[in-house]
């Protein structure tokens, strides 16, 4: 077999097993005369043999000898740039250069970075920044969304069964809680520092200082803990309170005159904002303001369309006005980290200080189809563009005049006390804690929908659940070590996807509902982990006004570095 076998090799095998006999036999001689030869010859002798050897099997093999070169190397590209489509493009400099190939230019890596955003999230990202969801809603496809009825399937039923016993008892919670404060200014607090104008304006410098950080925590204080009240008011217009119809109603009238809100006309506005949450058009609070002409594929005329089946035309501003074009001027006078910080400013004053109030007189912040709104009156302010969408039709017109009567007792007590105590007695006790509520409440309305990487949507595009699936939760738990602000508002912030959805649900079954809806749609699911205070100043900075991308709006912060938003 071997005879046999050898006749079968070729004459290059047989060169290749004899250059390999020949180098055992090299090493085999020179390891014996390792043992054979003195120290001064072994070097010698060793490399003289060694040469002879290996220039007769060069000689003999140079003539077949088969030139081998390694493959060449391929640039991997997507290696090369992988350490850098990471970064923050202010954060690539020409220091990365040495480790790329040397063609490469800082504009490259930045323009491979855009490519893969832009492959990722479907649309241009330019000028696009990031919150804590890191663009997560930006990465969705309107055929990801389930319908309405397969996400509230996913739902434990007993989530929209409302409790009347376990929704007083939290109810007394609340009410508790504000009427302790209560008693604590009157008793404590006013006879020791009355919120006199002698000793706002008229003691000094220090009497006043010490006057207003007295009521001023007060205010903190009290505005803080009344907002449980608010937040159960809002179950009763929900429908999330009671089962008995005349109960919820009656809690929610009285509840929602204290703060000078007409019950009826607040719950039919809010359902119209659940409604439309995230909508560019029919939106009912805290829609931004476009700046880039859009024409859809329709317009609404005198015909039997819907919001579901027709589309407007988008209202639009020049982006050198409105409020981009004041942003671009603060950022223009005082430059861009302290124009963005004056800006935030005034964004934050704005909408927490002056929101509410507007919104309630003005319809502040709702889209335009609606016309100018208001809440003590139901037919518009201004003719709606959209007649059809008008905010209180029908019966809610004879509503609306029902409501003004518990706010009008509530105004009538206001000026008795007034008259009574004084101006400053009442602003004290009842002014400045009812603007503390109305600052939560704006807050959580503002960042429970709007976030630098959350997108609004046009008619065409928008329908119930991605309006609801664009709602966000957020850390309300961790603004005390305790978790006791949470607590006192009933869980409205952490909670508020499940409750946009299915708004019946109670806010004690709001968690088991949450839970069911990130466990069977984690990828559809908004939770930002960014503290409040980080996450407001963020929102205060970045989001002024949105322009189309692809199938939705996204605000637009061209030219602003990331790490000032």
Excluded at 274 to 292: A, C, I, R, S, Y
Excluded at 552 to 557: C, D, F, I, L
Aim: one cysteine or more; hydrophobic letters at 40%; a positive charge.
């Amino acid at each position: 077999m071997r005879i046999e076998a050898s006749k079968n090799l070729t004459k290059r095998t047989r060169m290749i097993i004899l250059s390999s006999s020949l180098a055992m036999l090299l090493t085999t001689t020179s390891f014996v005369s390792s043992y054979t030869t003195t120290p001064m010859n072994m070097g010698m002798r060793r490399g003289s043999l060694r040469n002879s050897i290996t220039n007769k099997i060069l000689r003999r093999t140079s003539r077949n000898a088969v030139s081998i070169e390694p493959p060449p190397t391929k640039t991997n590209t997507k290696r090369q740039f992988a350490p850098f489509l990471n970064k923050k493009p202010e954060d690539i400099t020409t220091l990365d250069a040495p480790s790329l190939h040397e063609e490469h230019t800082v504009e490259e890596i930045l323009q491979k970075k855009k490519e893969k955003e832009n492959d990722e999230f479907m649309i241009d990202m330019t000028g696009i920044r990031f919150s804590g969801m890191k663009g997560q809603a930006l990465k969705w496809k309107h055929e990801d969304f389930p319908s309405a009825s397969e996400l509230r399937s996913v739902i434990p039923k007993d989530c929209f069964k409302p409790e009347t016993k376990t929704s007083l008892k939290y109810l007394s919670v609340s009410v508790v809680g504000t009427v302790l404060c209560a008693i604590f200014g009157a008793q404590v607090l006013l006879p020791s520092v009355p919120p006199t104008f002698a000793n706002w304006f008229g003691g000094g410098i220090l009497k006043f200082l010490w006057t207003s950080s007295v009521w001023s925590t007060y205010a903190l204080v009290k505005g803080t803990v009344a907002m449980g009240l608010w937040v159960l008011a809002h179950e009763c217009g929900h429908g999330a309170f009671s089962k008995d119809k005349k109960l919820q109603d009656g809690v929610g009238y009285f509840l929602h005159s204290m703060f000078l809100v007409p019950y009826y006309s607040w719950q039919h506005s809010h359902a119209v904002h659940h409604k439309f949450t995230n909508h560019m058009d029919l939106g009912e609070t805290h829609v931004p303001e476009p700046v880039q002409t859009l024409k859809e594929e329709a317009v609404l005329l005198n015909s039997e369309a819907t919001p579901s089946t027709s589309t407007t035309t988008t209202a639009v501003t020049d982006e050198n006005s409105g409020p981009l074009g004041a942003r671009k001027s603060a950022l223009k006078l005082f430059g861009p980290k302290w124009g963005l910080r004056v800006w935030a400013s005034l964004q934050s004053f704005t909408h927490l200080i002056i929101g509410w109030p507007a919104y309630l007189w003005i319809g502040a912040s709702g889209g335009p189809d609606r016309g100018m709104t208001n809440h003590y009156w139901p037919n518009p302010l201004t003719k709606p563009r959209n007649p059809r969408q008008e905010l209180f039709p029908g019966q809610w017109k004879r509503k609306v005049l029902g409501s003004d009567i518990g706010v009008a007792i509530m105004g009538a007590a206001l000026l008795g006390l007034s008259a009574w105590k004084g101006i400053p007695t009442m602003m004290a006790m009842y002014g400045l804690p009812l603007t503390v509520v109305n600052a939560w409440l704006v807050l959580y309305t503002w960042l429970q929908h709007t976030d630098v990487d959350v997108p609004h949507f046009s008619t065409a595009e928008h329908n119930y659940v991605k309006g609801a699936l664009h709602t966000i939760d957020r850390p309300y738990n961790k603004l005390d070590p305790w978790g006791l602000i949470d607590f006192l508002h009933h869980q409205i912030g952490t909670t508020h996807v499940a409750h946009h959805f299915a708004s019946t649900i109670p806010h004690y079954k709001a968690q088991a509902a949450t839970d069911a809806i990130q466990k069977s749609y984690p990828h559809l699911y908004l939770y930002d982990p960014t503290p409040i205070p980080q996450a407001l100043w963020r929102v205060c900075k970045g989001c002024t006004a949105v322009e189309k991308r692809g199938d939705r709006w996204v605000w637009k912060n061209d030219g602003i570095p990331n790490h000032f938003l």
